[in-house]
């Protein structure tokens, strides 16, 4: 694979998308590293895997569905521990 | 009556005898906290409030350090991120909840890289942590703190958590004793989640008696982890008797670019192994490079995803509090999560994941436990690592393969380099088969006491 290099709006793009906040700086900083990290790992393509002995088999786990009391919280436990609240109730930015 | 560097098991004895209380004891590492963790910046948190225990506990009133993305009920926890600055965590992890059962007091929460991003500490949003061995050095990380206060005796045994390296790289470069269990041996609930699929709860101790007392605690199935093992556990203390010859695999692969004294130390030890009666056996292994850009891969995803968590609604403060290393990090996992890149990237290292697995297992077959160094170099300078594109993996390379595998191993020191510090050597076991690597690191304790590693340190720090 050809070297990829990010843009400034690559990472611009990246950034908006797991909701993280860049300074100038960063931005350029990421382009070289995440950039660099790329280069890297395309040194998986090495590895060929014809004989991968089968993926040993992976099962759902579920709970029952009913509540544990043990790990019920009161709503002020529940509350107890955020910046934005409105009585029994987080308070959110509106989204509409 | 001088307990400084009494190991964990003893203590108890000291506590059940009646020679000490538990209180006194509480007392004792909460003075040397105070005396001298100015030095090393070991403990984000320390707690103060005393705790009554009652006979027939197992671990009978002992203190015990905890790393700070454990959620601890009532007592702050960070993750050393300012993200969760004030979090108070409504309830324990599951790791704290069997360690108040045994008996355990609870001495304080120790610093680390923020979200276990790192291998040094230096991610740390209070602060880095120093090695009590030299104070310009890092003492690795991302348990960092468990290590530097275990390693000066502020206190006698820590819990640490492992992704990949996060026990044994400081353990190693303070010179203790790791433990990384099995992948699902210990629940994770409660701890605060960087790679799923990885994450392992151990310790950090200053014997392995004490690792094996504190496994037989820890280790069983939890409701609460859909990923941990309903399996047996055995009575590691028990075993640890048990001297039948082994064979131990030894891979050339794990001894490229590893500083020459750290090779030396390994192959002493192989010879103390050999003198007791176990086979080394010449083995071939994956180069360890390739469980890098695997691991790089699958932890970047899998932060990604944990970390969407924390957006200040419900707890802690807002993203604009996420340091740089954790920003990196979520950003290439969001791109080699996305749509196009899925398949190239994501995809093509759960393939080679089972590669490694595979070429592991097949080993297994001629071998009982493989012996490597468990980090190609000794402690690094504060700020060194800024010399080291990919830091990090570069220092938890021969962690990383039985990490991403799964695998169980125990770091033991085996020596000083010419700079006094420590040089650590792992252990790595079988799936589940943390018997066999604890009891042949108990055999090398009991031939070399790790020649006094793990003591001489503590004449720099006494009471």
Redesign the interface.
Known sequence: ?AKKLFSRGE?MH??N??????TEK?VA??QK??S???A????????T?QH??K?EKKQN?F?DDQTSPV?I?SPD??L?????KKDQY?S?KKIM | MNIVGTSGIELIRLLQTKKMSSSELQEFFLKRIKKYDNQFNAYVTTVEEKKNVSNGQPLFGLPIAIKDNFCTKGVRTTASSKVLN???P??DATVVTKLKKAGCILLGKTNMDAWAHGSSTETSDFGVTKNPHDLTRVPGGSSGGSAAAVCAYLAPLAIGSETAGSIRQPAAWCGLVGLKPTYGRVSRYGVIAMGSSLDCPGSITRTVSDAALLLGILAGHD??D??SEIISVPDYLSCLKNKEPLTIGVSDEYFDNVQPEVSAKVQEALDVFRKHGHRIKKIKL?SP??A???Y??IQRAEV?SNL?RY???????G??Y?G?EA??R???G??TL?HGYYD??YK??E??R??IR?DF?RVYKDVDVIIAPTTPMTALKIGEWEKY??FGEMMDILNEPGAIAGLPAINIPVGLDSNHLPIGMQIIGRHFDEETIVRLAHQYEEETDFFGVTKQILKKYQD
Request: glycine letters at 2%; charged letters at 20%; aromatic letters at 12%.
């Open positions: 694979m990472v990246l950034a998308l797991a909701h993280v906040k860049l960063e900083q990421y590293q995440l660099e990290t790329i890297y790992i395309e040194n998986l393509s090495e590895i895997h991968v002995e993926k786990v709970f790990r919280l436990q529940a107890a521990n955020t910046k934005h987080f959110v | 004030d979090f108070i409504p309830y409701p609460y859909a990923t994956i490079k390739y890098i850009s695997v790089t891969i990604s969407a957006d200040g609604i419900r707890y802690g403060n993203r604009e996420l740089q920003k990196r979520i950003m290439l969001t791109y996305s190239a990237y093509k290292a393939i080679v089972e590669v595979a297992k594109p990919f």
